[in-house]
């Protein structure tokens, strides 16, 4: 099967919080997105679910850094999640989904899957 | 395969301990195991039998799982006791069968002596040894107002106090003149007596009960020899321990004239097949009633199994330190000086409530013995003095002697030679634990799993860690105080270096001391940090996304994402209008609501958005956050003293409501609560907190450092009668003091026992001024009272900061599909899995 992406958006710079995270709804599902303005590039997106517990949580996680990983760790039960990849750091076998962000303008763009939204939207 | 058989008669702590030894040594290999243990339970902590009243269970104080013992091959017959051992044949007898043997172990423990009373076998009379004795005296004090103990020893006070902590009226009855008679001299009994009367367990010595008889239903009259006479509901026995030597004695084997099994260094009895340890054991004419010589024995034992004839069992050091109802008791080797020529150096501080005496030797060189009552923060120092015949210093009272009168500081680990016994639980040597840090353990932990050291009673932890500490630094291995990898200091010294530069932002911060971009363990800490000592909003943007998840929202999160609610209500005192209002409020957005433990209303459910919305009308009701979110001052719990209860002596509502208003903008390393009771009676708990204020005739008594929780800490008495502003001044202090020294998320508890110095120190900082800080201490909590804001109320009026509290930004009114509810007791809570629609 053929998948497109789309860059959809989803705020603009003024939603942003300096070196934390906000919640967005997509057709995807909740996605967080961190502003790091310290860092290059300075946009995250991961979901916004915490596998752990099934809460929208992670957006309001502490952010930072471990050994050089850009990781946001989870308000609930505190695991930390790679910021790029979706990895936990705690548990191997576990991640969240990540996106590709970007500002345009003054809009922030997230890049989702039109296969997939057109499967939720089904 | 194996072909011989070893049985262990006893699964209690020796017992088990010698398992554990055993099972892991080559002779194992050569034998079959079996356990027969009388009690229905797996061999479990004795003692800590007693925190089985305070919500321990027997899976807690456990000391082996059933799967361990399956794992190690070892046949556990439990519920199951021995009744007979025939020696020709090799082979004991219980209910259930007879099984052979080829090498047998005693491990039968004792038996709680009950003096030969006329009416001792009163169903309400008990003894205080197994978990089912514990049963059987809770099961009886559900319906009883007066428990009696028999015996003012050890386990006999430890057994007041349980019946204390089952809320009866507790007496101790002792035949001599004083407690514990064995470990104290009268000085050092009298000042217990004196404490434990302060605490409400009633003392009566030199008292011979003559006989218990019924009176009215099944209350009870004790009879003295005296013709006085004391009705109580129950009586728990503690007269003494004797060994359980019953099956020994039966089929023949050398007992003491006392009783007690005959052992040789090598725990084997007059039959060379057979063996004793613990308890049951007699040794040198000796029976040892405490768990470290058992623990040796059984070590010793499993070497002699494993041929290692050079272990011996040589004796054991009957030193003791306990805590007996919050009050500190030590005995050290030869307390009474029955050496010849030994001297005595006493010192008495009956203000204070300390008594420490040293037994020195004729010629002053060594200490031979010791008595403690009232702060044990001596004991360490002493018993090494004592154990390893260390010379004593030119002045020896120094030893005992508080700082500011010529005392000197605790025996660091240095001077300790390398025999030195550190934990005398599992027989670990200070070389030992040298050994261990040059083998590669880098920290206390592996230090810990390696030697076993302080994972029994755990007496030793502070002796231990100063010794890992000292040798890793010794080694160059730096001991890491650093809060994370971001900066190389400890929470203490970050306080300084912010304070000290008057910086103002984590950015600055972590630029100029640290690494990186900072974590979750670093950034809340510095929040903390910085709110301490500038006091500015925390969700201003510099802070805000440096604060943990519950600051950041100013609300606590729930498993769902949701929120609770807590408004402020000092001293738990409410108006019926806000009581009212509250429930409106929750009603309006259907919030499951609940009276919390401390005194206050919590209002659950309310989603992010929701909450500016709330605190909006709260707010305009005249209510404040109550911070039960943050690491800063949650309630000041309050009884309702002399306006209303007939044995008030001060208003502790109103002093109540003067601290919470005065501390509650304060942020420290962990959350702070305090309470105040009107009198002795003591309803508000106040000795559980970390403030504790109780009135009294003259004023006030002050409590500090004391704890509920995970780990529940008794609060120390630190200061009495205090005026209104002596008190207030002396909280400021000791608060400031807190913040500004404790570790990242250190309770004062916590805090107090990594202290040097202790109580005494902290005493001399905050009373005498010591260090001559007091006045910055207290003018910086003045600028913090100054300088409060409630969060709530300039959070809702700033529109930028509302803007935080969305769910979705791009979504207005967009519902959070996980947050599903259902209704239970008439309220709304949380849907579990398997109710979700
Ligand atoms: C609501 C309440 C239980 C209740 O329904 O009564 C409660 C609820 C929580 N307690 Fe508590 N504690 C509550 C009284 C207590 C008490 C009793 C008291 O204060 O008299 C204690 C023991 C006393 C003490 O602290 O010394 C207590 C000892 C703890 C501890 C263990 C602290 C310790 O030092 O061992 C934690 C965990 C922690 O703080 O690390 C904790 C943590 C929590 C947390 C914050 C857990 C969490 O992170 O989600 C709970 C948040 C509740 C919420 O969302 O609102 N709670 N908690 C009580 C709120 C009192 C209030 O009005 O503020
Ligand atoms: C409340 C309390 C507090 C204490 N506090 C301290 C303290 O602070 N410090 C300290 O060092 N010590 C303390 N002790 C003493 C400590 O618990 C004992 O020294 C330790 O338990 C001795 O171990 P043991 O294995 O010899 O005996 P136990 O632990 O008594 O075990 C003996 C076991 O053998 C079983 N048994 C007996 N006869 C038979 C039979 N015929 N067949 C099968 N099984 C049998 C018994 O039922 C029992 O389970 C305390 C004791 C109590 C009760
Ligand atoms: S005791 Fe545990 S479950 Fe209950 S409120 Fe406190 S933290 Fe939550
Ligand atoms: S002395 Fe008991 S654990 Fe070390």
Redesign the pocket.
């Known amino acids: 099967m053929k998948t497109t992406t789309q860059w959809n958006i989803v705020c603009t710079v003024d939603d942003l919080v300096p070196e934390s995270g906000i919640a967005v709804w997509t057709d995807d599902g909740p996605v967080a997105i961190f502003y790091l303005p310290h860092r290059l590039p300075a946009l995250f997106a991961i979901s916004h679910t915490d596998p752990f517990s099934g809460a929208n949580v992670l957006a309001r996680g502490i952010t930072g850094d471990l050994n050089g990983q850009p990781v946001v760790a989870s308000p609930l039960y505190k695991q930390h999640f790679n910021l790029v990849t979706g990895q936990c750091l705690e548990d191997e076998s576990v991640s969240v989904n990540s996106y590709r962000v970007l500002l345009d303008g003054n809009a922030v763009r997230l890049e989702l899957t039109r296969a997939r939204s057109l499967a939720k939207a089904a | 395969m194996s072909n011989k058989t070893l049985i262990v008669i006893g699964n209690g702590m020796v017992g088990h301990h010698f398992l554990e030894q055993f099972a892991d040594s080559p002779a194992a290999a050569g034998f079959n195991v079996l356990v027969f243990g009388e009690e229905k339970q797996l061999a479990y902590d004795r003692v800590h039998l007693s925190e089985y009243f305070t919500g321990s269970t027997h899976t807690d104080l456990a000391m082996g799982t059933a799967d361990w013992y399956r794992a190690k091959g070892i046949d556990l017959h439990l519920h199951e006791p021995v009744t007979a051992i025939d020696r020709e044949r090799r082979a004991v007898t219980t209910p259930k069968g007879s099984y052979r043997y080829d090498e047998l172990v005693l491990a039968t423990g004792s038996y709680p002596f009950v003096p030969p009373i006329d009416g001792r076998d009163n169903p309400n009379c008990f003894v205080y040894r197994t978990l089912e004795d514990l049963d059987r005296i809770r099961a009886c004090a559900g319906g009883a107002r007066t428990g009696v103990v028999v015996g003012g020893g050890l386990l006999g006070l430890e057994a007041a106090n349980a019946l204390k902590s089952l809320g009866l009226d507790a007496h101790v009855v002792e035949f001599a003149p004083r407690l514990m008679p064995v470990q104290l001299d009268d000085d050092g009994g009298a000042l217990l007596r004196r404490k434990i009367e302060v605490l409400g367990v009633q003392v009566h010595t030199e008292k011979a009960t003559t006989a218990i008889v019924n009176v009215k239903g099944s209350r009870l009259r004790m009879e003295f020899s005296d013709e006085s006479f004391l009705e109580t509901d129950l009586i728990v026995f503690s007269a003494g321990i004797r060994p359980q030597d019953t099956l020994a004695r039966s089929c023949g084997l050398d007992i003491g004239e006392r009783g007690g099994i005959i052992i040789d260094n090598h725990c084997t009895t007059s039959d060379p097949h057979i063996h004793a340890i613990g308890e049951c054991a007699l040794w040198n004419q000796q029976v040892f009633g405490l768990v470290a010589p058992g623990y040796t024995m059984a070590r010793t034992l499993s070497a002699a199994l494993n041929d290692d004839r050079d272990a011996a069992f040589t004796g054991a050091d009957m030193s003791t330190k306990l805590k007996l109802l919050g009050v500190d008791v030590g005995s050290i080797g030869d307390a009474h000086a029955r050496t010849p020529g030994a001297r005595n150096i006493r010192f008495n501080d009956e203000k204070a409530g300390h008594y420490r005496r040293m037994v020195i030797s004729e010629d002053g060189r060594k200490l031979l013995g010791a008595i403690l009552v009232g702060d044990n923060s001596h004991y360490d120092t002493l018993l090494q003095y004592c154990l390893n015949g260390i010379d004593l210093p030119e002045n020896p009272e120094s030893l005992i002697l508080p700082e500011s009168q010529g005392g000197t500081p605790a025996l660091g680990p240095d001077a300790l030679p390398d025999t030195a016994q550190i934990c005398s639980c599992h027989n670990v040597s200070k070389g030992d634990v040298c050994c261990a840090i040059d083998a590669g353990a880098t920290d206390l932990g592996a230090v810990k799993a390696g030697t076993k050291a302080s994972t029994g009673c755990g007496g030793c932890a502070a002796l231990l860690k100063n010794l890992v500490d000292s040798e890793l630094e010794k080694r160059g291995v730096e001991v890491s105080k650093d809060i994370c990898e971001h900066f190389p200091y400890s929470r203490q010294d970050l306080f300084n270096i912010v304070r000290v530069n008057g910086i103002r932002t984590f950015r600055t911060l972590i630029r100029q001391h640290g690494k990186g971009h900072g974590c979750d363990i670093c950034k809340p800490t510095v929040a903390s940090i910085l709110a301490t000592c500038w006091n500015e909003h925390i969700l201003a943007t510099d802070h805000v996304p440096l604060q943990d998840t519950?600051d950041t929202f100013m609300?606590?999160?729930?498993k769902n994402g949701t929120?609770?609610?807590?408004p402020r209500?000092p001293g738990g005192e409410i108006t019926p209008d806000k009581l009212i209002v509250l429930g409106e409020v929750a009603k309006e957005y259907d919030l499951y609501t609940?009276?919390?433990?401390?005194?206050?209303?919590?209002l659950?459910g309310a989603t992010l958005s929701e909450l500016p919305e709330i605190w909006e009308k709260l707010i305009a009701a005249g209510f404040e956050t109550?911070h039960?979110?943050g690491k800063s001052l949650?309630?000041v719990?309050s009884c309702v003293g002399s306006t209303w209860c007939r044995y008030g002596v001060q208003d502790s509502v109103g002093m109540a409501i003067h601290l919470e208003n005065r501390y509650k903008g304060l942020r420290a390393p962990?959350?702070v609560?305090m309470?105040v009771s009107g009198c002795t009676r003591e309803c508000a708990?106040a000795q559980?907190?970390?403030i504790g204020v109780i009135a009294t005739e003259n004023g006030w008594n002050l409590y500090v450092c004391?704890?509920?929780?995970?780990?529940?800490r008794h609060a120390d008495l630190f200061a009495t009668d205090l005026s209104d502003d002596e008190l207030i001044r002396t909280i400021d202090r000791v608060l400031m003091f807190y913040v500004r020294t404790a570790d990242r998320?250190q309770?004062t508890?916590v805090w107090m026992e990594n202290m040097k110095g202790g109580l005494d120190y902290l005493k001399q900082v905050v009373l005498d001024d010591s260090l001559g800080i007091c006045a910055e201490l207290e003018q910086h909590m003045a600028d913090i009272v100054g300088t409060y804001q409630c969060e709530w109320r300039s959070a809702v009026e700033d529109p930028e900061k509302r803007k935080r509290f969305r769910e979705f930004v791009n979504a207005p009114g967009q519902k959070d599909p996980v947050q599903q509810w259902t209704t239970e007791r008439s309220q709304r809570r949380p849907a579990g899995e398997t109710e979700v629609a």
Do not use: C, W
């Open positions: 519950n609300a606590n999160m729930q929120y609770s609610i807590v209500i609940k009276i919390t433990g401390g005194q206050r209303v919590d659950f109550g039960a979110y949650r309630t719990k962990h959350k609560k309470a708990e559980s907190k970390d004391g704890n509920g929780g995970m780990r529940p998320l309770r508890s």
